[in-house]
Each structure stands twice: as C-alpha cells, then as structure tokens.
C-alpha cells in the first residue's frame, strides 16, 4: 500500500473535516483531532465509480440516513485534492475531475462507524 498523500482529522462533535499535506495539531470544539487511518472499503460498502474521460462520477446505492452518511468525498492525487460534503438524504452523486498529477485515489467518511475509507480508483 502506498503511504496516503494527504491525513485527514474528523471532528466527532461537529463533523468538521480538515486535510494537511503533513501531520499537523488540529483542534476542534475544543478536542485535539487525530489523523484518521484510513481503511479498504469491504465490497458492501464500496461507492461506484464510473470514469468518463477526466471525470469520476461517484454514486452509492447505500441509503444516506442521520445515522449513517457518508459525509464527504476526497479525490486526491499528487498535487491537489478536492472535497465534496454530503449530508443525510442526500444521495451520493458527486462529480469529481482528474485534473492533477500522479494516480488518483478516492476517500470517503461514513459517520455510522465514524471511519475514513480509501478506495481505489
Ligand atoms: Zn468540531
């Protein structure tokens, strides 16, 4: 496994995502935040990724509730990253572009288990 580019911190109060380049303190609602390790999405909880030229188009068929939502996607690559928030009820339906360097990798938080996946593209 390649080592990730980028670390993300989650907050557990707000929700609140933060993304560094390197490890960093970061606080949130008054808690320092850990860097989420990120893991392999088992095949029932993958998203589905359909590549059209330089766009992803991310979609999931796994209902979106208060629960348990995936609240944000990260395309990231070598040079750049891009974040999208999603909330409950609100389908996953996200276009991301692949403009960047290097190999792209896709990341995803689902609050149910409060864990940060990372799949590939
Ligand atoms: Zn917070």
């Given at each position: 496994m390649t080592r990730d580019k980028v670390l993300f911190h989650v907050c557990p109060q707000c929700g609140n995502v933060m993304v560094s380049w390197s490890k960093c303190e970061v606080e949130c609602c008054k808690e320092r935040l850990e860097v989420q390790d990120p893991v392999e999405p088992k095949p029932d909880c993958r998203l589905d990724i359909e590549q059209a030229e330089d766009e992803l188009l991310v979609t999931s068929t796994l209902p979106q509730t208060k629960e348990d939502h995936v609240s944000f996607v990260a395309l990231v690559q070598d040079d750049r990253w891009e974040i999208?928030?999603?909330?409950?009820?609100?389908?996953?339906?996200?276009?991301?572009?692949?403009?960047?360097?290097?190999?792209?990798?896709?990341?995803?938080?689902?609050?149910?288990?409060?864990?940060l996946f990372r799949q590939q593209i």
């Open positions: 999208v928030r999603l909330y409950p009820e609100w389908d996953v339906n996200v276009y991301l572009k692949k403009r960047g360097r290097g190999k792209a990798m896709l990341y995803f938080f689902r609050t149910g288990n409060r864990r």
